[in-house]
């Protein structure tokens, strides 16, 4: 009876907790906890759950837009142009045709660079200044020079004419209109041997 006494409040607390006993009661409460139960700091299921969060949300937001790319920088091209215009080009061979005929020991030379035949103790005088045509005789020495005007770059214009005066090079203007006849008149009064004695 003693026994029965002891256990009757036990049996009692037992019935109004369903039948489980202490021992079991932790096991299932373990077992019927959801998922979520296991996300404990720094555990296996909280990393686990945290991965499958973000693959899900990178799903439904679908592909990873491109970036736009920085265009690649311009390549240095250098292309070929025209060494002279078409009339230039023109009154380049007319003059060659008469020193042929007049004087065929001299050259004519398009677009020279003045550093090319003319030397300066002055460093960097002669740069960027180019002779639009120039004659010379048979051992390449300078005769005459022949200059188109350009209103454009007045300032290299300046430097070109005074690089050629101080060189003590004959210089003749090509203007926009010219005659023929008196251009090769002012040349030939350069010209070495029979072409400038005909002349006179």
Excluded: Y
Aim: hydrophobic share 45%; charged share 25%; with cysteine.
């Amino acid at each position: 009876m003693k026994t029965a006494t002891r256990l009757a409040p036990r049996l009692m607390r037992m019935a109004s907790r369903g039948g489980q006993t202490p021992a079991t009661e932790p096991a299932k409460a373990v077992a019927s906890a959801p998922e979520e139960s296991l996300r404990g700091s720094g555990s296996w299921a909280n990393e686990w759950a945290g991965a499958r969060a973000a693959i899900a949300r990178a799903a439904a937001a679908g592909p990873i837009p491109k970036r736009n790319a920085a265009p690649p920088p311009p390549e240095n091209i250098i292309r070929p142009r025209p060494l002279m215009s078409a009339r230039e080009i023109k009154l380049h061979n007319w003059i060659a045709d008469k020193l042929e005929v007049s004087c065929p020991d001299c050259s004519l030379h398009a677009g020279v660079a003045l550093e090319s035949f003319l030397v300066s103790e002055q460093p960097d005088a002669l740069d960027g200044l180019v002779a639009d045509m120039l004659i010379a005789d048979d051992r390449g020495t300078p005769l005459v020079t022949l200059i188109r005007d350009r209103k454009v770059d007045n300032d290299r214009q300046v430097r070109l004419l005074d690089a050629l005066i101080d060189a003590e090079l004959p210089v003749i203007d090509l203007p926009d209109k010219l005659s023929l006849s008196k251009l090769w008149a002012q040349i030939e009064q350069h010209l070495p041997g029979e072409a400038a004695v005909t002349q006179h």
